[in-house]
């Protein structure tokens, strides 16, 4: 079933088609926030959250055409800055807390592997909110330049100076966390 | 943003996404030595690639979503018809009821008399209607209906033979056999409290009781002060028009320096038989007060006391009061020398109603402006006539 069809039959509250719906996208958007927030449990309310939202657009008529999976995926990037601001105005705990060590006996290695992971993941969040998008949608789903500037709203060019300029201050703020302090 | 730059990152972008290596990725790439720790930036982002959801999240998400779903999509409930019917049926008592008590006490209100279980009502309805109008000229007549309902309120207890604490206004007038009377009744007024014959035809305030004989006895007499707030409309030499009110203008008039038509006045007159009103000050507003002094005219400044037994009303402006107690008292003899038609004292017979009005034509024609109902006398004695 395409995704106008869907819409249709969602707008009118069908529970075939929001199940197909939520199944069809559910992965992407955790995913998403799961690069984002890297907590595997506020990753999955949020998504969760998501997808509520997504009743109450249909609901009221909000969503009565396009891209659902664009639609979700800038509710997700909304979720995740207002988690954000959640987390610095009550900072109660720390995200690299829950970060998993991969399964295995060499826990040395491990214990790298979760290190730079931290270390990226704390890169990534000093980049601004357009860039931390682009990144993951680019990167967390694999989307294509014009997926992603569909998802986004934005043109191709547009999205390209963004992805660029994105990695480029990655790349400044890796080298500068490599640094002894 | 160098485009090369960004074309090539972009090619080798695509290439490492496909499967290539760094190495083979860059291979023959002109900007390689650029790009290689940008790529390399990319790829470190492959560790924060998030793994699938696990089936049990996303089973719980969906079952949360459906639930959400089914809610919103059954219908309100539905409050059964005789439900809604009895809440109709009480709603509609509800008001009929309120409707009905509003204006049954209303009409009982505004055939009361004073004395009667309903008629501070009446007149409390009578104020909030005054209140909301605006314009002094408007509530002049407002003013004077009242007056004239008080006067027939007062007129009906005297038919009853009824004994009540009443106030009323109205013109004074002295009779043949020399009783005074206020709007057309007869007043007893005590020794003490005699008008000065001078006041005759001046429009008062009137305290007292109903007599069964047909009689007031009067407990105080206050000449009626009227506030009139305006813009002056034109400026003749004893004739100006404030607020659409004739007033005339006497040489013993306070009158601020500066003032021109269109500028905003505040002006303290007394009503003189029923068809001049004689203005005691006129004051520029506070909005033109700093560009006018005031001027005092000397004739105002005169010895003569006060008349016996004559009280002016007072207002709420302190200021103006002390002023207007001063002149005031004064007035009723001047006033008689500067009648605009050049008589004398009027006779009582010459005095019409004092609410009667006419319409077009000069300041005697206009309706009296009073003071505003809250400016109540503070003075047991000088009960206002609202």
Not at chain 2, 296 to 302: A, D, E, I, K, M
Request: hydrophobic share 35%; proline share 7%; charged share 25%.
């Amino acid at each position: 079933m395409d995704d106008t069809t869907l819409l249709t039959q969602a707008q009118r509250l069908d529970p075939h088609a929001l199940a197909e719906i939520h199944d069809r996208h559910f992965p992407a958007i955790y995913r998403y926030i799961l690069f984002r927030v890297g907590d595997v449990q506020v990753s999955e309310d949020l998504s969760s959250d998501v997808f509520l939202a997504l009743l109450d657009a249909l609901k009221g008529g909000k969503l009565r055409s396009g891209n659902i999976r664009a639609w979700l995926l800038a509710t997700a990037n909304h979720r995740v800055q207002d988690e954000y601001r959640k987390r610095y105005h009550r900072p109660l705990e720390n995200l690299e807390d829950h970060d998993q060590l991969p399964d295995g006996h060499d826990l040395e290695a491990a214990a790298d592997h979760a290190h730079n992971r931290r270390r990226v993941r704390s890169a990534v969040r000093k980049l601004n909110e357009d860039q931390q998008h682009v990144l993951a949608l680019r990167f967390s789903q694999e989307l294509n330049l014009e997926e992603t500037a569909r998802a986004l709203g934005r043109t191709v060019s547009a999205v390209k100076v963004i992805q660029f300029r994105a990695v480029q201050a990655l790349r400044k703020l890796l080298l500068e966390e490599s640094e002894p302090q | 943003m160098n485009p090369d730059l960004s074309a090539a990152f972009e090619s080798c972008l695509e290439k490492i996404q496909s499967g290539q290596t760094l190495d083979e990725a860059l291979a023959g790439e002109t900007h390689a030595a650029e790009l290689r720790p940008l790529l390399i930036s990319v790829i470190s982002l492959r560790l924060l690639q998030p793994a699938d959801p696990p089936p049990a999240t996303q089973a719980r998400s969906r079952a949360r979503f459906l639930t959400r779903a089914a809610e919103l999509n059954s219908p309100a409930p539905v409050t059964p018809w005789w439900g809604r019917l009895r809440l109709a049926t009480a709603l509609f008592t509800f008001v009929v009821m309120a409707v009905v008590s509003l204006v049954v006490t209303g009409v009982v209100s505004s055939q009361s008399l004073p004395g009667d279980f309903l008629y501070p009502v009446k007149i409390q309805v009578e104020r909030a209607g005054e209140t909301l109008t605006a314009g002094s000229s408007n509530r002049l007549v407002w003013q004077l209906t009242f007056d004239q309902r008080r006067s027939t309120e007062v007129s009906r207890l005297l038919s009853r033979g009824r004994r009540e604490s009443v106030t009323f206004a109205g013109t004074l007038t002295q009779d043949a056999a020399g009783t005074w009377r206020a709007a057309d009744m007869a007043l007893q007024i005590p020794a003490t409290l005699q008008p000065d014959p001078a006041l005759l035809g001046a429009y008062v305030d009137v305290h007292g009781f109903t007599h069964p004989d047909g009689y007031i006895e009067v407990t105080s007499l206050a000449l009626r002060l009227f506030q009139i707030g305006g813009v002056i409309e034109e400026m003749q030499s004893n004739n100006w028009l404030v607020d659409s009110i004739h007033l005339t203008i006497t040489p013993q008039t306070r009158v601020d320096a500066g003032l021109k038509p269109g500028m905003r006045v505040e002006v303290t007159a007394i009503r003189y038989a029923p068809q001049t009103m004689l203005a005691l000050s006129i004051r520029a507003a506070e909005s033109n007060a700093s560009q006018s002094q005031p001027q005092l005219t000397p004739g105002l400044l005169s010895d003569q006391t006060n008349p016996p037994g004559i009280l002016p009303t007072e207002t709420h402006e302190v200021s103006e009061t002390a002023e207007v107690e001063e002149t005031a008292t004064e007035m009723p003899e001047e006033a008689t020398e500067t009648a605009p038609d050049g008589s004398e004292t009027p006779d009582a017979e010459e005095t019409p109603e004092p609410q009667k009005t006419e319409s077009g034509g000069h300041s005697s024609e206009t309706p009296e402006k009073t003071d505003h109902p809250d400016e109540t006398p503070k003075s047991d004695e000088t009960p206002s006539g609202g």
